[in-house]
């Protein structure tokens, strides 16, 4: 379907890093124009399945520009702690930026809220002590890590016994039409846009679409998921499968 061929395991992080480094600026800007803003809503329906309490510890895996974090820091309040981790600093500068200014989907927040802590570190090697994560989730990112396997490995040991795992990320559309118009626009005019807006040269909109067909369909993953011990799995299509969210508890 496209010339675009994925970077092998060895090369992933460095081009993925780069990708991530060059687009930072105009990655938000990106996102609502080529989801049609809809990523907005699945942010938020992500936030109200994480259901996040006042005073809990939140991380936000692979969380960039911390738009879920902050959305969470919003729910655990003044006395909770959000942890946005990411590996890439001009990912977590804007997410640091947009943290200080108190705007949330374009709207000054008045509400008391967890102050943002952003942590530069691998979502494989997750630098917190075992049970010590209240609500741990990831929005588009584990679709990017090297290691599938060990990055939920990270994710089952951080979490407490009854903690929850929310995984947003871009899946399978279940309807054949649905899918075919959807990898049309994935595939040809994405990247078009993508490229145009962030100006970027690094191939981030080619690597999107084909990253999201390889990576595995809801059942797979669901699978995947439990084998790293979390129970209660379950996930909910959104826009007709373009996304799922995926739910785990330890
Ligand atoms: C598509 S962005 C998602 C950002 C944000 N969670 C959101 O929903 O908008 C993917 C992020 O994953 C990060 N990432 C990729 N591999 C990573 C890894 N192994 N450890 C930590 N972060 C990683 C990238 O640097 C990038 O910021």
Redesign the pocket.
Known sequence: MSEYSLPTKEKK?EV??NM?TSAANAYDLN?SVLSLGQHHRWKRLTISLLQVERGQVVLDL????A??SLLAAEKAGGDGLVMT????MA?LKVGLSKARSGVIDGLKERKSRARPVMIQA???RIPLPDESVDRLMV???LR???NLELALSEIYRVLKPGGRFVCLEFSHPVNGLWEGLYRFYSFYILPKIGKLISRDNTGIYEYLPASIAKFPDQEFFSETIRKAGFSSVKYRNLSGGIVAIHMGEK
């Not at 981790?85 to 890439?88: G, K, Q, R, S, T």
């Open positions: 992080q993925v890093q991530f996102n692979c969380g960039g520009t738009d879920l981790l990411d590996l890439n990912m691998n979502a494989e929005g588009f990112g990017n890590v090297t």
